[in-house]
């Protein structure tokens, strides 16, 4: 069955970066975009990127873009999300989903960012 | 960005009664392929959203058949025939038309 299994809980201080995986099984890695999205405490989920697992590009929401890489290693079926200059208000829930569809979706990494 | 607007916000209900949810965009959904990319989700708290219906009105599996959506251009409906409590929770649509993706701001359904 498909799975998206995602790096567990951060707590970063202002200003830190922070790198969150998600490794996919059940299905073939390159066969699927990779999404990223996050939602912050009581808020609406929001779309930070995606990328190609099989080319490797990456396309950025502009919000996001100055500050997220979007990466994946494809040997290990694992998509990376890394964010730089972290605020109290990247505080949120980071979600990896699979496809344009975003049917399937990653248990969640909550990222703590407080001084 | 496209503005997903949702009403109500809050849906209470009483079990076993019907519940719809209405979601409008601020512009057309219709990709310029002719597809429609209008998902509805619904969330429980500590869980990640659980797609309900793909490109409008396709049920993903094992949703049940007291589900219902609808809806064209910008104007879309989800239904539910008769509330259970597991459907408790809030319900978000989601256009995947026009990049970035947005949801809406979502619908809490809860005991009336």
């Known amino acids: 069955q498909v799975q998206l299994v995602q790096s567990g809980a951060e707590v970063k201080k202002p200003g830190d970066s922070v790198k969150v995986s998600c490794k996919a099984s059940?299905?073939?890695?390159?066969?699927?975009?990779i999404h990223w999205v996050r939602q912050a405490p009581g808020q609406r989920p929001e779309w930070m990127g995606w990328?190609?697992?099989?080319?490797?590009?990456?396309q950025y929401s502009q919000k996001f873009r100055d500050r997220v890489t979007i990466s994946r290693d494809t040997s290990a079926s694992t998509a990376y999300m890394e964010m730089t200059s972290l605020t109290s208000e990247d505080t949120a829930i980071y979600y990896c989903?699979?496809?344009?569809?975003?049917?399937?979706w990653g248990q969640g990494t909550l990222v703590t960012v407080s001084s | 960005d496209v503005v997903m607007t949702q009403s109500p916000l809050f849906l209470p209900v009483t079990l076993g009664q019907p519940a719809s949810i209405s979601c409008r965009s601020n512009q057309s959904l219709v990709h310029r392929e002719g597809n429609t990319y209008l998902n509805w989700f619904h969330q429980r708290p500590g869980q990640p959203p659980r797609r309900l219906f793909n490109?409008?009105?396709n049920r993903d599996s094992g949703v049940p058949d007291r589900f219902s959506a609808s809806g064209s251009g910008i104007d879309f409906t989800l239904k539910i025939s008769r509330v259970e409590a597991v459907d408790l929770g809030v319900y978000y649509c989601m256009q995947g038309t026009h990049w970035p993706y947005t949801f809406g701001h979502g619908t809490k359904l809860e005991i009336k």
């Open positions: 990328i190609n697992t099989a080319k490797g590009k990456a």
């Open positions: 989903a699979r496809g344009y569809g975003v049917e399937y």
């Open positions: 490109q409008v009105s």
């Open positions: 059940g299905y073939t890695f390159t066969s699927y975009a």
